[in-house]
């Protein structure tokens, strides 16, 4: 069975989680009623397996209360 890119995405944020490391899935669209699309990013750093991520605009990721406080 072939993967989706969210499951994708959410397995690679796990996977870097399991290693102490904070990545964020992060989902696009090319324009509304479009394709979607998702990855992880950690900082700057994007995960993307197909490389498709320059093609969509993500959505803001809401800032969780925890690292409100760091900021």
Do not use: Y
Not at 22 to 41: K, L, M, S
Not at 44 to 71: C, G, H, I
């Amino acid at each position: 069975m072939r993967s989706t890119c969210l499951q994708t995405a959410l397995a690679t944020q796990m996977l870097f989680a399991s290693k102490g490391l904070r990545a964020a899935v992060r989902v696009g669209v090319a324009e509304v009623g479009a394709d979607a699309h998702a990855w992880a990013e950690i900082g700057d750093f994007v995960l993307d397996d197909q490389r498709l991520s320059n093609n969509f605009k993500a959505f803001d990721a809401p800032v969780a209360a925890s690292e409100k406080a760091r900021v």
